[in-house]
């Protein structure tokens, strides 16, 4: 891994290239130094790559594999006759604005029986990886707790709501990107920034295609080998009051590769109240400066799915007249 980030880092211009961050620091001397890097690219990007991050690669080759195969046994001749591919052919020229060039099946706990069941070893695959990732994902969370001044377990506690522990919704994307002849008249995936709360992205080792705005320009986030790239959601970023935002990125679309991608969210509860942590709002001419409004996630996702990918700033104001 040493080796691999030497080379990354010479290939690409740092200070343009998200950040990649060594998660296993945060248990030696060189926590404090991590846990401000950590902070750093949560204010900054919104994005970060992850490196030993506790899942065995082993698992993560398997994931491969099962993404790979499942693609091609179950979803492949299906996309052929999907409809972004007959807008595409039947448009001219027209670039299609409305759709994106993505195939997609989701996986929760709820849809277990819904999962893909032709492709061996998929179920007993991602079971185990969704298990991984999401034990990763609370102690992400923590660690975020930890920079905000927030107590422990403060943002698991919001998601989960009122009704009890463990009632945060953790969900699985598993995404391919299939060669696309006309790349110039549909994206990927639009941009937007993920409405939930913390995003964990499992992408291709190898086709990038992943980008995310930052300074006035889209920056690609580049494969890295085994990493878990890590992205703020907007719930995260009404819960720190804005000192973490919530990045646009966008997925485009390439002639000639198939790109894999599976993008884990652990979302608070439909039911959870969100709202800026108390310990994050200062005392100002004495009323409070909270820059964003207290509302209920599942009002905030009906407004998220009518406006995905337009800005988010209206979204916030939709919710809290609400």
């Given at each position: 891994m040493a080796v691999l980030l030497f080379f990354f880092f010479l290939l690409f211009d740092i200070s343009r290239a998200i950040p990649v961050l060594d998660f296993s620091k945060l248990?030696?001397?060189?926590?404090?130094?991590?846990?401000?890097?950590?902070?750093?690219a949560c204010e900054d990007w919104g994005f970060f790559h992850l490196v030993n991050h506790g899942i065995a690669e082993d698992l993560l080759e398997r994931v491969k594999k099962v993404s790979t195969d499942f693609y091609k046994l179950e979803r492949e001749e299906n996309f052929k006759n999907s409809k972004v591919v007959k807008l595409l052919n039947e448009t001219g020229d027209k670039k299609l604005e409305n759709v994106d060039w993505e195939d997609i099946v989701t996986l929760t706990d709820d849809n277990v029986n819904e999962w893909p069941s032709q492709t061996p070893g998929f179920k007993e695959t991602f079971k185990e990886f969704r298990y991984e990732l999401k034990k990763l994902a609370e102690k992400i969370l923590e660690v975020l707790d930890e920079n905000l001044g927030l107590p422990k377990g403060h943002i698991k506690k919001a998601f989960d709501g009122e009704e009890g522990e463990n009632n945060a919704f953790f969900g699985t994307k598993v995404s391919h990107y299939p060669p696309c002849p006309n790349p110039e008249r549909v994206i990927g995936l639009r941009p937007h920034t993920d409405a939930g709360g913390l995003i964990l992205l499992f992408q291709d080792d190898e086709v990038g295609g992943l980008q995310v705005w930052k300074d006035g320009e889209w920056i690609d986030v580049e494969?890295?080998?085994?990493?878990?790239?890590?992205?703020?959601?907007d719930q995260i970023?009404?819960?720190?009051?804005?000192?973490y935002q919530s990045a646009w990125h966008r997925v485009f679309s390439t002639t000639d590769s198939n790109r894999r991608s599976v993008a884990s969210y652990y979302n608070p509860s439909h039911k959870a109240t969100?709202?800026?942590a108390p310990q994050l709002m200062k005392e100002t001419n004495e009323e409070w400066n909270q820059a964003y409004p207290k509302?209920?996630?599942?009002?905030?996702?009906?407004?998220?799915?009518?406006?995905?990918?337009?800005?988010?700033?209206p979204r916030f104001q939709a919710v809290s007249a609400m």
């Open positions: 248990n030696g001397h060189e926590r404090a130094k991590t846990l401000a890097h950590i902070a750093n494969p890295l080998k085994n990493t878990i790239v890590i992205s703020v959601g970023e009404v819960i720190s009051n804005g000192r969100i709202a800026p509302f209920v996630f599942g009002d905030y996702m009906s407004v998220y799915y009518q406006q995905k990918f337009h800005p988010k700033e």
